[in-house]
């Protein structure tokens, strides 16, 4: 007698990778700090010759770098980011009653906030300074706030698309937005001339090793 075929079960997910991608982001993230930090010639001087040319830009072109304050000032701010967040909690208590998930994603985007601060006054690095400023921030650069805020946000947003098993294309949608929200505010931050290129890259990371960190300890939870 035959036995009818059974399917297989979906493969789970793979710890050592995610491990894996946890170190690698940390090994990049003290890596670059600790370049920053130590004011490194080579990479110095990349931020320099990068920022000198964007900020040549900045001024040349008055219509994108209107355009450019209001992605950074508006639709990509830190706290429009937080606003999401804060939005996507409720939902999660709410509508789908899944609490510890809800709880699990404010903690996360309130620590990943509290340590871009504690980075910003540790490394304490200062931020360009021009004689025809396009636009101005205050406190220290390093790392962007903007940069690491969208970063940690969007990523966790698209992995609850994926946890939640939205539809294809919606998961599609979501990371073509994430996509360009995270690249998009760098390149604003540099354009403007408040940031150097190093800065982002740094926000990029750390947001990110937030993230991973943040689903390590959600699969541990929800294995």
């Known amino acids: 007698m035959q036995t009818p075929p059974v399917d297989s079960p979906p493969a789970p ?11 690698v982001l940390t090994v990049c993230s003290v890596l670059l700090l600790t370049l920053v930090a130590v004011e490194w010639g080579p990479l110095v001087r ?3 010759d990068i920022a000198a040319t964007t900020h ?3 001024v040349e ?13 508006w639709v990509w701010d830190t706290w429009t980011m937080r606003l999401l967040c804060a ?4 939902w999660l208590w709410w509508r789908r009653a899944d609490r510890w998930t809800a709880v699990w994603l404010g903690v996360t985007c309130l620590l990943g906030s509290l340590l871009q601060q504690a980075l910003k006054a540790a490394v304490d690095r200062p931020r360009p300074v021009w004689p025809d400023p396009v636009d101005s921030a205050h406190y220290a650069a390093f ?3 903007h940069a690491m805020t969208a970063t940690f946000v969007c990523g966790l947003l698209v992995w609850l698309l994926h946890h939640y098993d939205a539809g294809r294309t919606l998961r599609r949608a979501g990371l073509a937005v994430a996509a360009v929200s ?14 150097w290129a190093t800065d982002v890259l740094g926000g990029w990371l750390l947001g990110a090793l937030v993230v991973a960190l943040a689903v390590l300890v959600h699969r541990r939870r929800h294995p």
């Not at 997910?13 to 170190?23: E, G």
């Not at 994108?64 to 950074?72: E, H, K, P, Q, W």
């Not at 995270?182 to 940031?195: C, F, K």
């Open 13 to 23: 997910p793979q710890p050592r990778t995610a491990l894996r991608v946890t170190w």
């Open 46 to 48: 990349l931020d320099e």
């Open 56 to 58: 040549r830009w900045a």
């Open 61 to 73: 072109e008055g219509g994108v770098t209107r355009a450019m304050r209001i992605l950074t000032d």
């Open 87 to 90: 939005v996507v909690v409720l």
């Open 143 to 145: 790392p962007s706030g």
């Open 182 to 195: 995270v690249a998009g505010v760098g390149v604003t931050r540099v354009w403007l001339g408040v940031h």
